[in-house]
C-alpha cells in the first residue's frame, strides 16, 4: 500500500492547468506507479474534496541540450483531477488567481 503522502508529489502550475481552475480540473505531478483510484483517495484525503474524475498522462522522456552536453529529461505521470460541482475548491490553488 502507499502512503497517501507520497502518490502525489507536487502541483502543476502552468497557464494551461490554471485555466481550468474554473471547470474544478487541477492537474498535479503524481508517483509514476499510482493508479487513478490510488489518486483520486489521495486527494479526497489531502484536499477533503469530492473528485469525480481522474485523467493520467505518462510524459515521456525530452532530449535536452546545454552547450556540449546532451541529456535527457527524467520521466514522470501527470494527473489532472476533475471535482464534482457541488465540491469545494483547492484552497491552495485559488491564491494562485
Known amino acids: ?20 481552475l474554473q471547470d474544478k480540473r487541477y492537474t498535479f505531478e503524481v508517483m509514476k506507479s499510482a493508479t487513478k ?3 483520486a483517495a489521495a486527494v479526497e484525503a489531502m484536499f477533503d474534496v469530492e473528485v469525480l474524475d481522474v485523467n493520467t498522462i505518462n510524459m515521456k522522456k525530452k ?12 520521466e514522470w505521470k501527470k494527473a489532472i483531477v476533475t471535482l464534482k460541482p457541488e465540491s469545494k475548491t483547492i ?7
Open 37 to 39: 483510484p490510488e489518486i
Open 63 to 74: 532530449p535536452k541540450r546545454l552547450g556540449a552536453h546532451m541529456g535527457y529529461t527524467g
Open 1 to 20: 500500500m502507499k502512503a497517501i503522502e507520497n502518490i502525489i508529489i507536487k502541483p502543476i502550475i502552468t497557464e494551461k492547468s490554471m485555466s481550468g
Open 91 to 97: 484552497a491552495f490553488f485559488d491564491s494562485m488567481n
